[in-house]
């Protein structure tokens, strides 16, 4: 959640680039940059955008997250278009076009042979009962409704497992 949401005058795409910081402050330091679990000084955090760095995080990295944590979204990095963000060094040496493409390997590639495959997912996760967050009717309108509704997703990832049931 961005400090935009607290001002009540509305949002714009400012938001995403925020979300984008959360997610790369999460990958590099192994947590949120923003959490308390007193409401009220979770939402101070965010509004305030006091971020702490670990002391190995590199100063590019601090750079792009102190850029992409600028409270006045007018100003945040993002805020003249996603090249902004891309031209960044943070991204140095990554070539947009190619992942744009698909042409680039990625490190790893998960080995699917089966429908319900769960090798790489934690026990721990397995043991938990299943619980449906979403009910009919819980949406704040029905253009949400119609969505989830319609809402369809295959992956290519499992297009040649054998999905007759054994």
Not at 23 to 35: A, K, Q, R, S, T
Not at 117 to 128: A, G, M, P, S, V
């Amino acid at each position: 959640m961005a400090p935009d949401f607290f001002n009540e005058q509305g949002y714009g795409k400012e938001v995403d680039w925020w979300s984008l910081g959360v997610l790369v402050y999460e990958m590099i330091c192994g947590c949120p940059p923003f959490y308390s679990t007193n409401r009220e000084v979770l939402f101070n955090l965010i509004k305030y955008a006091n971020v702490c760095y670990p002391n190995d995080i590199s100063s590019t990295s601090i750079d792009f997250l102190n850029k992409i944590f600028t409270v006045d979204p007018k100003k945040r990095l993002g805020s003249n278009g996603a090249n902004e963000v891309k031209a960044h060094p943070f991204f140095e040496g990554i070539d947009f076009e190619e992942i744009y493409n698909k042409k680039i390997k990625p490190p790893f590639m998960p080995r699917i042979t089966k429908k319900e495959e769960t090798r790489y997912i934690h026990q721990e996760f397995l043991k938990e009962t299943p619980v449906d967050s979403y009910k009919n009717g819980d949406s704040l309108n029905t253009v949400d409704d119609k969505f989830i509704n319609s809402f369809d997703f295959k992956s290519n990832l499992i297009n040649n497992v054998d999905e007759t049931p054994k």
